[in-house]
């Protein structure tokens, strides 16, 4: 009976939706919104063949090259930097003006100076998730437990092994944190870098279907789209779950007291 | 919602550390950018990067003043401007009234988890298509990726911020026989503003750059657009001046939500705490 309860509520209003859409659609024949049945249909016959190959799967790879490119990159330079107080007020100003900067702007910029291949969706992908992992990193490096440092500095742990064992444990939860917002930019930034300037990948497809307003099979470029993101968000919130076990675990202590 | 809490530690720790220092922060800071500028002047000056493809800063930061003074420029900031705000606005308005809605009622919450969590990691640059489809070259397309990121930031604010209520707190504004919409004024929304404000200040920088994308890619007016238009005109020094601007635009929409969520959590703690060390 409970599970039977959670699962209407899982589904509930998904399912109330969709027949909604069915309802809405199956009447009057509207151009821009295809039916469910005609979506699904259109959905396998685009997606479930050769274009998982040669559209798809690029795309992904150079997601994921970049997402974790700009996550190492950012860990490493974010705890240099954050390191070192003189390096820290050195680069703030010109940090923040690059976090502030639209990611997108880039997309142009990197055009021009690294040329149109995958090297340059690659860079673009860096070139925006690059900074919520940098500055969270800083932050976290910073806002570390003065304590902790002190008890660190009398038991004689210093270089490799305090980065090790007590700098990046305790900046974890605020690297998480730009992780997190670093996934979504970089799906967005591999869709644009496509879109812009490319003859192959999910961004270039889509729009390409757009053009000849072949509007179902757009359609469906945004549900693989929007797959991906489902199922990045779902793969980092397991990947959170591993790495900050403690820390969760050390909340519901506290919460408890 | 740990967003917020670790902010707050930073924000204390902050005013505690910097204060006495405050000067040669700021002067290291200005060496900091002085040495990127000197940087960007040296390497194409040197030969090492193509100066047809990055030109040296002191072209583009004249190139910047120029536009300046140009009104084409100051139309294109406008129309960035107008779409950021509107966008930003019919998101924010939408979220916070969905999110008392859902927020309050535990049946509401629990039914609509699942469909929130589905819908929210859509990326909205996804929409552009459609909304080329729908609206063209207009603005209305802008608004459409704009309202439907936004929304969502400032939605889990929201939700986090009603499910941060004082079931205390309720439960003696219900006994003192407060009506629903004065629970909701008094109790739920000040529990709620601290949320909302993240979700605002956050919500804004993700305007601005979906406002900019959506004139990169489709063609609406403004910025982007511009960027788009000096680049396949060769005027590259041009593009990288409206490249600055839309920065320098970013970083005073950081500043200016900043100063308004002090102002509008002035009796915050974690605002009071900050004022006065």
Not at chain 1, 47 to 52: A, D, F, H, P, Q
């Amino acid at each position: 009976m409970k599970t039977l309860k959670s699962i209407g509520y899982l589904l509930g209003l998904p399912l109330i939706l969709l027949a909604w859409w069915w309802i809405a659609t199956s009447g009057a024949a509207n151009f821009f919104v295809p039916t469910p049945a005609q979506l699904a249909e259109t959905f396998v016959e685009t997606w479930m063949g050769e274009r998982l190959v040669t559209d798809v799967l690029p795309s992904v790879i150079r997601l994921v090259v970049g997402v974790l490119a700009a996550i190492v990159l950012g860990i490493g330079l974010g705890l240099a930097v954050g390191l070192n107080r003189t390096m820290r007020a050195l680069t703030e100003p010109v940090f923040e003006f690059f976090r502030a900067l639209p990611p997108p702007v880039l997309v142009p910029v990197l055009m021009l100076l690294v040329g149109i291949n995958d090297g340059m969706k690659i860079a673009v992908i860096i070139s925006g998730c690059i900074w919520p992992v940098l500055l969270n990193t800083i932050e976290g490096v910073r806002s570390i437990d003065p304590v902790q440092n002190e008890t660190s500095r009398s038991y004689g742990i210093s270089g490799f092994n305090r980065i090790r064992y007590q700098v990046l444990p305790s900046a974890t939860p605020t690297i998480m944190a730009g992780v997190r917002q670093c996934l979504s930019i970089g799906l967005i930034l591999m869709v644009i870098s496509e879109m812009f300037a490319s003859s192959s990948g999910l961004g270039f497809t889509i729009v390409q279907f757009q053009r000849s307003f072949a509007v179902p099979e757009m359609w469906s470029g945004i549900v693989v789209l929007g797959l991906i993101g489902v199922a990045l968000s779902f793969i980092f919130q397991w990947c959170e779950r591993r790495v900050l076990r403690w820390y969760h675990g050390l909340k519901e202590v506290e919460n408890a007291v | 919602m740990t967003q917020i809490a670790e902010e707050q530690v930073v924000g204390g720790h902050k005013a505690a550390t910097t204060r006495p220092r405050q000067t040669p922060k700021a002067v290291l800071g200005l060496i900091g950018v002085l040495v990127f500028l000197g940087a960007w002047e040296l390497l194409p000056v040197l030969g090492i990067v193509n100066a047809k493809y990055l030109p040296p800063a002191s072209e583009v930061l004249a190139a910047l003043a120029l536009d300046l003074g140009l009104t084409a420029f100051w139309v294109a900031v406008g129309d960035t401007m107008t779409a950021w705000a509107i966008g930003l606005a019919i998101a924010v308005v939408l979220a916070l009234v969905l999110g008392l809605l859902i927020g309050m009622s535990p049946f509401l919450r629990r039914f609509t988890n699942s469909t929130i969590e589905f819908l929210r990691p859509i990326p909205s640059v996804a929409l552009i298509p459609l909304a080329v489809l729908l609206f063209g070259m207009k603005i209305e397309s802008s608004l459409l990726l704009i309202i439907y990121a936004c929304f969502w930031q400032v939605l889990i604010q929201v939700l986090y911020g009603v499910a941060d209520v004082d079931n205390v707190a309720m439960q003696t504004a219900r006994s003192y026989g407060f009506s629903h919409w004065q629970r909701v004024r008094d109790v739920v929304f000040p529990t709620m503003l601290p949320y909302l404000m993240t979700g605002i200040r956050l919500a804004a920088s993700v305007a601005l750059i979906l406002a900019i994308t959506a004139e990169l890619l489709i063609g609406s007016p403004g910025l982007g657009n511009e960027i788009t238009l000096a680049q396949s005109g060769g005027a590259i020094a041009g593009m990288y001046a409206l490249i600055l601007a839309t920065g320098f635009l970013g970083v005073l929409i950081n500043v200016v939500t900043r100063v308004v969520e002090k102002r509008v959590l002035s009796w915050h703690p974690s605002v009071r705490g900050e004022a006065t060390p």
